[in-house]
């Protein structure tokens, strides 16, 4: 424990010139129209829906936090992740064990009853083999009834809103300006951050994410020793259809 009360920030296999390095600085002025507090009442939902109680665990792309604050106040066991230092750095709970580190290697030996992951995380692994890496250190970190809840952005969700996430803005003295745009042949979803920092320096960060058909998420399980028990239309518990814009999975171990 830090002399303050904040635990000590672990970072591992952290590379640099990681997307959030500066979007970072105005990420929660960029999300203030999400309700944390309904998304954490539909994760708490799935949770206690697979009837484990009091269960371990361990968030990744956690972000700034928000959604680990709200589920922190209900479970007792949680470790936080991202691999973003900068955006740990500025997590709203502090108190909570924070640990930075690729998705696709996560370096914890423990295992949790539940792993989770928010806001389309696994679309920014941009190839197939990165995913079925992904699922497998997922599958190393479950217990023997734990399991794997992540939702994944359609291609809906990009066809219908790339052009409503261009827009400008100012937070805290950064000026950003974001273009977003979907490559419909190369299913990639880019959002580009044209930033000024309060001391006038510009900087330019580029995101991208890859739109995925649901199936390559049914294939990926199955190659990593996993199985998709539910894929749900997100914040429901209706089966995923044509007309999702994400979906909701809840993935298992095969053994």
């Given at each position: 424990m830090q002399p303050n009360g904040e635990k000590k920030l672990r970072v591992k296999n952290y590379m640099k010139n990681l997307p959030y390095k500066y979007v970072a600085l105005f990420y929660s002025h960029l999300m203030e129209s999400?309700?944390?507090?309904?998304?954490?009442?539909?994760?708490?939902d799935l949770i206690e829906g697979e009837g484990i109680k009091h269960p371990s665990i361990l968030e990744l792309s956690?972000?700034?936090?928000?959604?680990?604050?709200?589920?922190?106040?209900k479970y007792r066991k949680i470790i936080c992740s991202d691999n973003s230092l900068d955006m740990l750095l500025?997590?709203?709970?502090?108190?909570?064990?924070?640990?930075?580190?690729?998705m696709r290697e996560i370096p914890i030996?423990?295992?949790?009853d539940v792993v989770l992951s928010t806001f389309d995380s696994i679309n920014y692994l941009l190839t197939y083999k990165d995913i079925v890496k992904h699922l497998k250190s997922v599958k190393n970190s479950l217990t023997k009834n734990g399991f794997y809840t992540f939702d994944a952005s359609l291609e809906l969700n990009s066809t219908k809103y790339a052009k409503l996430l261009n827009r400008k803005g100012e937070f805290e003295g950064v000026q950003y300006r974001q273009r977003s745009f979907y490559d419909i042949i190369k299913k990639i979803h880019t959002n580009k951050?044209?930033?000024?920092l309060p001391d006038g320096?510009?900087?330019?960060?580029?995101?991208?994410q890859k739109i995925y058909p649901i199936e390559t998420f049914f294939k990926a399980a199955e190659e990593s020793g996993l199985y998709v028990q539910d894929c749900f239309n997100c914040f429901t518990f209706d089966n995923v259809n044509v007309k999702s814009e994400r979906a909701q999975f809840i993935l298992r171990r095969i053994d």
């Open positions: 999400i309700d944390y507090s309904v998304w954490g009442e539909y994760l708490a956690s972000g700034l936090g928000n959604l680990s604050d709200i589920l922190s106040k500025n997590f709203k709970n502090r108190k909570l064990p924070l640990i930075c580190f690729d030996r423990r295992k949790f951050f044209e930033i000024t320096k510009k900087i330019q960060e580029t995101h991208r």
